[in-house]
């Protein structure tokens, strides 16, 4: 705990970017559903927990993490967490879908710490919100397994997009400077699975945005195959 408050301290600024991050996407869900029809009627009690029990189970898959070595370098890592979230989101709508993801976030920070100067715990919720947002929209538009799809393809598409211009432009020089590793570094480490990176720009479009669309696509996969299959032991759907 001493050591993740030191890290806090020294990275204050950066959290202030992350904080101001999360308000504008929890802002754009609040916008969203404004306009979506109604949402379920459960008691605020009901929608803590259903919340708070999603973000736990994030936070286990999110903690199950591995490197992906013939996609990207080993700081990148793939995991399912987005799973348990997307299920929240398209349960209970969009700002509850990056609500548990931001709890999910914060959990693992508190038991594990971070090893990357949260520069990728940042990167998993922003980019995590990508994804999220679109498909908890569209699905809650017209609710059915068509919009579902609808919306994860566009939201993997957002994620795999947004995510890589995200990376290039802000995450991987905010990562070599907090972290403390030359730039050059972290593209030779790109380099070395693929030979034609030689920039930060061509290190997040032939490494993040692969492993962006293959994240994107196999949570949705596996989202489409649970959903219906979690729904009653899961949220306590009656019909």
């Known amino acids: 705990m001493g050591e993740l408050l030191t890290q806090i301290q020294e990275n204050f600024t950066f959290l202030l970017v992350c904080i101001a991050i999360g308000l504008i996407m929890v802002g754009i869900a609040k916008l969203a559903e404004r306009f979506l029809p109604s949402r379920r009627k459960l008691s605020p009690s009901r929608r803590i927990a259903i919340v708070g029990m999603c973000s736990a189970i994030a936070m286990i898959l999110y903690i199950i993490d591995f490197p992906v070595p013939f996609l990207a370098p080993p700081f990148y890592k793939l995991d399912f967490s987005e799973i348990p979230v997307l299920l929240c989101g398209f349960f209970l709508g969009p700002s509850a879908g990056i609500s548990c993801l931001g709890i999910k976030v914060l959990l693992k920070l508190l038991i594990k710490g971070t090893t990357t100067a949260f520069v990728g715990d940042l990167a998993n919720f922003v980019v995590g919100c990508a994804l999220i947002l679109p498909a908890a929209i569209v699905y809650h538009m017209n609710k059915s397994r068509k919009s579902a799809i609808i919306g994860m393809v566009l939201g ?6 947004f995510g890589t211009l995200f990376n290039a ?56 195959l649970l959903y219906k299959h979690v729904e009653k032991p899961l949220f306590k759907v009656n019909y």
Request: aromatic share 6%.
């Open 156 to 161: 993997t598409l957002v994620m795999t997009v």
């Open 169 to 224: 432009v802000y995450l991987i020089p905010k990562f070599a400077q907090l972290y403390g590793t030359p730039v050059e570094a972290i593209i030779s480490m790109g380099s070395a699975i693929h030979s034609s990176i030689d920039s930060v720009y061509s290190l997040a479009a032939l490494c993040v945005a692969p492993l962006n669309l293959v994240k994107g696509v196999m949570v949705s996969v596996l989202t489409l």
